[in-house]
Structures are given as structure tokens and as C-alpha cells.
């Protein structure tokens, strides 16, 4: 077999190949390590490195379905960086005119900042403007600066130079300016148009006034338009760079802001809390409503960008070390379309009232309604559909209104719904009337009589509200009749043979005077019994206060949300959720669902299904037949109501409250509202109504039938 021959000269190409390599990275070795040593030590130490933050978006806020709520809208602000603008006076200054002359062009000279400057013309005569004057705010500053800055004759001491600087004239000033920032050369010659001049004097002296330096950028305009952008980036000038910011888009500007909430700069009381979460000083976080409550899932990780520099300002390097996170989206349980017919409804309503009462003789008619809430919520898996209280105000102008709004009289900025705490009135008869047939103190074919005064103690009776105002009694009434009608005398009999003890055992387990359990900070009430009475030192518990609390009255107050939660409790048979706000949450990114928060049980309790019928029946009456209706005739849902008005003072009108659910068979929406000084419940069966128009699309039909 023959045997392949090798060649020679390709073995000789190959080791030549190798060794020239090897020669030439080790030159370069040597001149890395020897040669040019010194001048690589000489950039190290010469450069200068500054960490930049990256901004994490907040996550955004949407209603059950979707809807967005509050989003994050995005703008752009111009700065000069004191990092890559020029050192040079020629480089700067053209620099500041770039800005201005971008500004210009593109019409948003209105974007530009205000300059800090110390001189005016008044009459020709170039003065000290007021904020510069000797007891102006910026006195002791500009004297610092002159100071800082070496101002005064050369050979005289410190002493002297503090002396001249305070007592600088304002052509002094210009001069010492002028030749500072090189607007005019050795002789004095302007170097610019008076006009540049001017802009230039103006806006290097604000760089001074602000200690434009590393750590303090100066914004040159604000909310800028692309083309405002695009054009400095064209321009070449360095130190001029664009800042991008977000801010929070209320897609619906003036409601569920008590929901909602707002951003604000961490406090003293709240300085703990955040550092120890990691948070930085001056961060913007929820200070009220879902902002605050639902911060942990809304807030984003910031970034973190690294920017290496040589001495002249050129960037180096530029290297992301930290990718910012984004915060996640949440969605609330509220129904936006209901929350605005909550909103609407409730504040024409309490204008309604108003109005009536003033065409009306006498006092105490409503005339001085001026505030109420509504809740609407699922009473099977307590999700809050709507929240409204009123007075409200407006996220989207909070700022320019904050101090009018902490100074109203009205308290518009407290969440009514949650916080504010009512007596239920006649709205807590059907508790006490539930509470009694399971007992069995009563049964459905009991007839109690009412002649008008209630006569079991002989030193304390009385009377029923009819009898007051009409001068007649209800005569014998059941349960459904009672209800009906709101009979006093027949649930002072209840209150008396079921005891108070047994009596508020059943109403914690409605929730009245207990946390529903929602997310946001929240009033308890009181639950009015002997506990309360001696805890509070208001005395001993008598009789007549148990038939008082029997009908809703004595020391009893909830909120608004309470009530829902009570009458949910009452029509779906003793089980009571938890309320809440929070609907799901979601990733910012991917849109995709993380977490869903589920209905939760609180406590549970033994309602009959014959019980919670003829409640329902007895509610089911009072909108059919009683005091709502005329507000609910002819509606094509099935619904159960109950009006209640309370006293709250002698010098001013009672207040009115109503509970409503539906549909009858298996309600899906409850209802209650309340309004301080309303006179009557009466009125707000049309809040109930406008919601359930909007819950079953009742709306929907009504517009359509117009169109046909």
C-alpha cells in the first residue's frame, strides 16, 4: 500500500501562522502593561462614574370588567446635565440657546421654566427685583453665591468680600455677571445680541441660584412634544437631555376618588413603615384609597443604569445595572357604570331633598341635607360593587384644590361610606323581627296591637311614630304588617321578650358593629347594649333603652357598608362575607391574571328559609305597597325595601336611610344609603333605583325603547 506523502511548506505556513499570533498578542501585552500603563491609569483616575436611577412603572388600576381607572400617562422634560454639558462658557451658553431656540421654532416657549433672576428694569432704571431686596427670600442666598464665588477685590479679606457682596448694586451685579459667565470679552465688548444677552444672564444666574451641579440637574421645560425632543438631539449640543416621567390618568375625572386615592411623598408618620421596606426618601407612594391600600402589588422596582465619563464630559460606558421592575395591575370589584349612578344619583337626590324641603312650610324638612353614602355590594361573595360618598372631590385637581378641600366645612375628603356611622332608624326592624321568629318569640300568625302607645311599664311608654305624626295607631299587625308599616309598638314588644343580650347576639352575626373586612381603613360602630354603656360610662342599662334598640335607635350607629353587609347577611341566610375591594391582580407585562381574590365567610348563623322568606315578603311590601311605592311602580324587578329615619338632633332635620335588594328570589345586588339630614328614607329608594337600573341594563332598555 502506497503511502500518502505530507508537504512540508503547509506544515512550516501553519507554525509561522501560530508564532505571529502569539507575537502580536503578546506586543500588545506588553504595550497594555508597560508602554501605555500610564496612560490607562491616568483615565481611570480621571473619570467619573454616576448611577442613574430607572423609574419602575406603577402598576394600573381597572374596574371588575376591565375598564380603566387610573392609568399612567407619560411626558417628557428638557434638562442641561451638569455631567455633559460643556465646560467651556461658549459651549454652554450655546447650549441654553439651543433650548431656546428649539422652543421657538417649535411653538412651546410656554414649556420653558421661569428663570431666578435678581435684576428688573423699572422706568428705565435697572433695579433689584422684590424677591432680591434686603428683606427679600433671596437676599442671604445671593450674598452666599457672591461670596462662594469670590466677589470683591482681590487683596481684601473675607470679611470685606462678605461686605461688598451685601451690599452689591444691581449694575454691580450685572457687570460681575456678565464678565463671569463670558458674555463680553476683555474690553467689555458684548460677545452676543442684547437679546441673547439677556437669556443667557438670566438662565446661567438661575443655574447658580439653584447650585446647578452632579447632583442637581436643572429642568429647562417641561411637558414637551417629540418634535421638541428631536429637534436638541439634532441640534449636536451636549448637556442638553430629555428626562422621561409618568404621572397618574384619572379616566374618569371626580368619581370614586374616595376609592381610588392618591400619591404623595412619604411622611414622618409613614417613615418607619417605608424604609424598612426599602423604600427611598423621596418616593411618591399611596397615601389614600387603593394607592395606599393595594401598594404592595401597585409599586415597581426601580432600576438602576451606570454612566462612566472622562474628564471632558464623553461618555465612557453606559451599562444597566439593575433592570427596573414594574409594579402589577389590579382590578377593583366596583362596577364603574354603577359608581357613577351611585355618585349621580345620591347628589341629585340630596338636591332634591333640599329643594322640596324649601318650598315647603316649617323647618326640619330636609332643607339642610348636605352630605350622604351609598354602597351597593354581591351579598353571596361580598364584593363591593359601588362606593360613593358626598360631598366628593376631584383627584385630577387636588393639588390646585387641597387646601380648599382639608378647610371645607363639609369634609369632602372623608369616605363616608366607610367612616361615616348612622343610625340605622327603621332599617333594623327586619333584623329584629328575624331575630325573633328564630327564637320563637313570635311566630308568623302572632298579632300584636298597636293603639299608638306602647303600655307594658308603667313608667316609661312610648309611642309609635304614627301616632305622632297622624294621632292614629296601626291596630293589630304580624310580622309582615309589622314590617309593612314599620311599626314601633310591635318590635318594642320584640326587643322586651327576645333581651338585649340575645337580641345583638344576633346582629354581630349580621356584622352591625363589627368590621366588614374590607381592605381600607374603616369605622366599627357601636352596637348599643349594656357593654357599651358601661364601658363608656353613659350609666346602666335600662328597659326602655332594649325596646329603643329594638327599632334602631339608642346608642346604635353603623356605616353605610355595615348596612349592606346586614341586609346580604339577612336575605342569603345567615352567612356573612367578608367585603371587599380588591378583585384580582395582574402582571404588568403580560396581562396575564396572578391572583384572584375569592369570597370569604366570616361567621355563619341559622336563618330558617321560612324566615328569610317572610322577611322578604314583608320588604317586598314596603316597595310595593308603602312608603317607595311610587318610586318603584311598575318596575319589572322583583325587589324588597325597607325605609328608616333617625333623629340626630332637635335642631336639625332627622336623617334618612334605605336598604334594598334584588331580585326578591335570590338577590344579587343590596343597597344602602344614607343621607345626613335627609327627613326621610323615602327619597333614596331612587339612589337604590338608578343602581339597579344599571346593575340589570335596565338603562340599556330604556334607551332603546326611546330610540324606538
Known amino acids: 500500500m502506497k503511502r500518502k506523502r505530507t508537504n512540508p511548506i503547509r506544515y512550516v505556513f501553519l507554525c509561522a501562522l501560530v508564532i505571529g499570533v502569539a507575537v502580536i498578542y503578546i506586543a ?254 423621596d418616593e411618591y407612594v399611596g397615601v389614600s384609597g387603593a394607592e395606599m391600600v393595594f401598594e404592595e402589588y401597585l409599586r415597581g422596582i426601580d432600576g438602576k443604569i451606570v454612566i462612566v465619563e472622562d474628564e471632558y464630559g464623553n461618555i465612557i460606558e453606559k451599562r444597566t445595572e439593575k433592570e427596573a421592575i414594574p409594579g402589577r395591575d389590579i382590578r377593583l370589584t366596583i362596577d364603574i357604570n354603577m359608581q357613577i349612578a351611585a355618585e349621580d344619583s345620591l347628589a341629585a337626590t340630596i338636591a332634591g331633598i333640599v329643594s322640596d324641603a324649601q318650598q315647603k312650610p316649617g323647618e326640619l324638612d330636609g332643607e339642610d341635607a348636605d352630605a350622604g353614602a351609598v354602597t351597593a355590594i354581591s351579598p353571596t361573595t361580598g364584593e363591593v360593587l359601588a362606593l360613593a360618598s358626598y360631598p366628593t372631590y376631584d383627584l385630577s385637581t387636588f393639588s390646585e384644590n387641597v387646601q380648599d378641600l382639608f378647610n371645607d366645612e363639609k369634609t369632602p375628603l372623608v369616605n363616608r361610606a366607610l367612616n361615616g356611622l348612622y343610625p340605622p332608624g327603621s332599617t333594623f326592624k327586619p333584623g329584629t323581627a328575624a331575630a325573633s321568629l328564630s327564637e320563637g318569640v313570635i311566630t308568623f300568625d302572632t298579632i300584636i296591637v298597636d293603639n299608638g302607645r306602647y303600655t307594658y311599664y308603667s313608667d316609661y311608654q312610648p309611642r309609635c311614630w304614627y301616632y305622632l305624626m297622624y294621632g292614629m295607631a296601626h291596630g293589630p299587625l304580624n310580622v309582615v304588617g309589622a314590617i309593612q308599616n314599620s311599626c314601633n309598638i310591635f318590635f318594642f314588644e320584640c326587643g322586651r321578650l327576645l333581651t338585649i343580650e340575645k337580641l345583638n347576639e344576633y346582629c354581630r352575626g349580621y356584622g352591625l358593629g363589627q368590621p366588614t373586612g374590607i381592605e381600607y381603613p374603616e369605622a366599627t360602630g357601636v352596637l348599643a347594649g349594656p357593654d357599651y354603656v358601661e364601658t363608656s360610662g353613659l350609666g346602666s342599662w335600662g328597659p326602655g333603652d332594649t325596646l329603643q334598640a329594638a327599632i334602631g335607635q339608642s346608642y346604635n350607629t353603623f356605616t353605610p357598608l355595615q348596612l349592606s353587609v346586614y341586609i346580604s347577611t339577612l336575605t342569603n341566610g345567615g352567612t356573612r362575607y367578608c367585603a371587599h375591594l380588591l378583585h384580582s391582580v395582574y402582571d404588568y407585562a403580560t396581562n396575564e391574571c396572578i391572583m384572584t381574590v375569592p369570597a370569604r365567610t366570616v361567621s355563619t348563623m341559622e336563618l330558617t328559609d321560612t324566615v328569610v322568606e317572610q322577611i322578604k315578603t314583608a320588604m317586598k311590601n314596603v316597595n310595593e305597597n308603602g312608603s317607595t311605592a311610587r318610586i318603584f311602580d311598575g318596575y319589572p324587578i322583583t325587589m324588597g325595601g325597607k325605609t328608616g329615619t333617625a333623629q340626630v338632633s332637635k335642631t336639625s332635620s332627622d336623617n334618612g336611610v334605605f336598604v334594598a335588594f334584588a331580585p326578591l328570589e335570590k338577590p344579587e345586588v343590596v343597597v344602602s344609603a344614607v343621607v345626613e339630614h335627609g327627613a326621610s328614607g323615602t327619597p333614596l329608594g331612587a339612589v337604590a333605583k338608578s343602581i339597579f337600573d344599571c346593575y340589570f341594563g335596565l338603562n340599556d332598555e330604556n334607551e332603546q325603547n326611546e330610540q324606538n
Open 28 to 281: 500588545r501585552l506588553i504595550n497594555l502593561q508597560l508602554v501605555s500603563a500610564d496612560q490607562y491609569n491616568y483615565v481611570s483616575e480621571h473619570t467619573y462614574t454616576r448611577t442613574e436611577i430607572i423609574k419602575a412603572q406603577r402598576g394600573e388600576i381597572y374596574d371588575r370588567n376591565g375598564v380603566p381607572l387610573v392609568t399612567n400617562e407619560y411626558y417628557y422634560n428638557v434638562l442641561l446635565d451638569y455631567g455633559d454639558i460643556p465646560a467651556d462658557a461658549v459651549g454652554f451658553n450655546n447650549a441654553i440657546l439651543t433650548v431656546i431656540r428649539v422652543a421657538e421654532k417649535c411653538g412651546e416657549t410656554d414649556r420653558l421654566t421661569a428663570p431666578s433672576y435678581a435684576l428688573t428694569y423699572v422706568n428705565g432704571v435697572l433695579r433689584f427685583s422684590e424677591d432680591y431686596s434686603a428683606e427679600g427670600k433671596y437676599k442671604n442666598k445671593l450674598t452666599k453665591l457672591l461670596t462662594d464665588l469670590e466677589y470683591g477685590e482681590k487683596d481684601a479679606s473675607e470679611e470685606e468680600k462678605r461686605e461688598q457682596a451685601v451690599n452689591i448694586s444691581p449694575d454691580e451685579l450685572r457687570e460681575f455677571l456678565l464678565k463671569r459667565y463670558k458674555l463680553v470679552d476683555a474690553e467689555g465688548e458684548p460677545l452676543y445680541t442684547p437679546e441673547d444677552t439677556e437669556i443667557l444672564l438670566e438662565r446661567r444666574f438661575s443655574l447658580d441660584m439653584i447650585s446647578f451641579s452632579p447632583t442637581n440637574s436643572y429642568v429647562f421645560a417641561e411637558e414637551v412634544s417629540m418634535g421638541f425632543i428631536t429637534s436638541c438631539a439634532e441640534s449636536g449640543s451636549r448637556g442638553i437631555v430629555t428626562e422621561k416621567h409618568s404621572r397618574r390618568k384619572y379616566h374618569f375625572p371626580g368619581y370614586a376618588s374616595h376609592i381610588l386615592g392618591r400619591m404623595g411623598k412619604i411622611t414622618d408618620a409613614t417613615y418607619d413603615h417605608y424604609v424598612s421596606l426599602g423604600y427611598d426618601l
